[in-house]
């Protein structure tokens, strides 16, 4: 059994949690149109941030690993 270290993946996904975790505590007041547009803005930031460290945690993850093309053929 082989013992594989994550240090990597689980800094990103350190890094989304934080993101979330701050995205969800800055709430904007619903009654300045100026507060909500920013939170808008910053929550598509935080949402795209996000997209490109997932892309990141799967490439990492699944770069040292072959994929597996064959096909299973029943004996007859």
């Given at each position: 059994m082989s013992t594989q270290k994550f240090t990597k993946e689980i800094n990103l996904?350190?890094?989304i949690y934080e993101d979330m975790i701050e995205a969800t505590?800055?709430?904007p007041d619903?009654?300045?149109?100026?507060?909500?547009?920013?939170f808008i803005?910053?929550?598509?930031?935080?949402?795209?941030?996000t997209?490109?460290?997932v892309?990141?945690?799967k490439n990492s993850l699944?770069?040292?690993?072959k994929l597996d093309s064959s096909t299973w053929n029943p004996p007859a």
């Open positions: 996904l350190d890094q505590h800055n709430e619903m009654n300045d149109i100026e507060s909500m547009r920013l803005e910053n929550s598509f930031r935080i949402f795209n941030r997209i490109f460290r892309v990141e945690v699944t770069e040292n690993q």
